[in-house]
């Protein structure tokens, strides 16, 4: 019932012109936040300690602004989920360093494009499946109804969507080494057991192994990628270089140009970051809760 419902509103949102979610969103913010207290306190501890340099009202419009983002992500999943596909992707004015994406898919090598909660993360997951052979890894959620209904609508580009499970692991690897392209959100906290700390905004976050690990086992090749939300309900998709040392054999120094590269991909507009996130939650044994 409570899937059927989901799905029911969401049709109704997709009812929405373009631009209508950035709009509603952009005024809607400040509810948002009154209502979200915990995520408005996240956010407001995360630019506290990742921008120290900024002024309080900096500080505020930037949280003030990562929620109508943050709304905007929720409204738009309408478009996302029903709308035609070749009516969302041409929704997208453009990509930055698409030569890096094409060369890296015909290499034969693989590639990973890792995909930090940035801007319209969920638009970027069905604009690339205009590629061929790409896969997205996914958390499988804990309702099995709402898995199904998840992978009907994400998949039907005919992207491959991979589990983040020991069995969706294995697929993953296979489908790497057969030379092809998958994305993979490097900033979830991962696991207990599952991450390594590593440094972050000069802050120690936990940080997911599955990517150094992925890069040292199949020498695949790396991208930062990110789908910029622009007004007007147009969107912007980047392809940047990953650091070099992700190809490290040491771990911390893979880990740590995991983290550089998320930083190098929040510069492009700060706000758009999920800021709302608990990216800091498991600290450093002896180290006080960092939310309080």
């Given at each position: ?8 509103v ?18 809607g ?42 709304l905007?992500?929720i ?42 909660h ?32 998840l ?20 697929q ?17 906290q991962?696991s ?14 936990l ?7 992925l ?21 912007r998709?980047?392809?940047m ?6 190809h ?13 590269g998320?930083?190098r991909?929040i ?26």
């Amino acid at each position: 019932m409570i899937v059927l419902l989901a799905k029911s509103v969401l049709w109704l949102l997709s009812l929405m012109p373009a631009g209508m979610p950035y709009w509603l969103a952009q005024r809607g913010a400040g509810l948002w936040m009154y209502l979200s207290a915990t995520k408005r306190h996240t956010a407001e501890c995360n630019l506290q300690r990742c921008y120290p340099d900024l002024s309080d009202e900096e500080r505020a419009k930037m949280v003030r602004d990562s929620f109508h983002h943050y709304l905007c992500s929720i409204l738009e999943t309408g478009h996302n989920w029903y709308w035609p596909l070749e009516r969302l992707q041409a929704q997208c004015d453009g990509i930055v360093g698409e030569e890096l994406f094409r060369d890296g898919l015909a290499s034969g090598r693989g590639l990973v494009a890792l995909a930090p909660h940035f801007g319209a993360w969920e638009y970027l997951g069905v604009y690339l499946q205009q590629f061929p052979d790409i896969a997205i890894v996914y958390k499988p959620p804990a309702n099995p109804k709402l898995e199904k209904a998840l992978l009907e609508r994400r998949r039907r580009g005919g992207a491959t969507l991979i589990p983040a499970t020991p069995a969706g692991l294995r697929q993953l690897y296979a489908h790497i080494r057969a030379g092809k392209g998958v994305g993979i959100l490097p900033d979830q906290q991962p696991s207990s057991g599952q991450g390594k700390f590593a440094p972050f905004f000069g802050l120690q976050a936990l940080t997911g192994v599955l990517a150094p690990r992925l890069v040292q086992r199949t020498n695949c090749i790396v991208l930062l990628t990110v789908c910029e939300r622009l007004p007007g309900g147009r969107y912007r998709v980047h392809f940047m270089p990953a650091d070099e040392e992700i190809h490290s054999s040491d771990l911390l120094t893979a880990l740590t140009a995991v983290n550089h590269g998320v930083e190098r991909c929040i510069a492009i507009a700060p706000a758009q970051y999920l800021w709302s996130y608990k990216r800091f939650k498991d600290r450093p044994e002896g180290e006080p809760p960092f939310y309080g």
